[in-house]
């Protein structure tokens, strides 16, 4: 009986060390950026925006990082101000997309950001999230969706900070 409990005990160890093992990989590398079927359209859609000169060339402007106030950050945000008033979402045509600063000068592309002041909103079932106004944005009352397409986020696809990125291209993670 003593046998048969020891091996008991030492397979019950042995899955639970595979299983905290394949947790922390999971949360050391983030979320894969495929592992949605939205964030998989999204970059069919918008992959063109891996040049932020695009970006630049169909009317985005950036506006300041945006970072946590617990870390991680949303990044840079390039926003196409008249896809923000005609409050539409469209899949190729986000309000604004977002970029981390690197530490060699660059903008890498991280996310896409659809925004309406018409809710509630969703796009193909996710729901968007509501920004009450007044806002840390200026903005009215918005409803808005995040999604890491092509950086994974631990916290999960459509969260809005990303504990990957950072402001800082000092300290910008290379995940």
């Known amino acids: 009986m003593t046998n048969y409990l020891c091996n008991k005990l030492l397979m019950a160890g042995a899955v639970l060390s595979v299983c905290t093992a394949l947790a922390q990989a999971h949360q050391e590398g983030g979320a894969s950026p495929g592992a949605n079927p939205l964030a998989d359209k999204v970059r069919a859609a918008d992959s063109r925006f891996l040049d932020v000169s695009v970006a630049a060339a169909e009317g985005y402007s950036p506006i300041p990082c945006a970072s946590g106030i617990t870390g991680g950050a949303m990044g840079i945000h390039y926003v196409n101000a008249e ?8 899949l190729a045509r986000p309000e604004a997309v977002m970029y981390e600063p690197m ?21 193909d079932g996710h729901l968007f999230n509501f920004n009450g106004a007044p806002n ?16 994974g986020n631990p916290t999960g696809t459509f969260a809005d900070m990303n504990p990957n990125v950072s402001c800082d291209p000092t300290v910008a993670p290379s995940q």
């Open 83 to 90: 896809y923000l008033k005609d409050d539409k979402i469209d």
């Open 136 to 151: 840390r944005y200026g903005l009215g009352a918005f409803y808005e969706l995040h999604v890491w397409a092509w950086k």
């Open 103 to 123: 530490a060699d000068g660059t903008l890498k592309l991280v996310a896409v950001e659809y925004i309406t002041s018409k809710g509630p909103a969703s796009l």
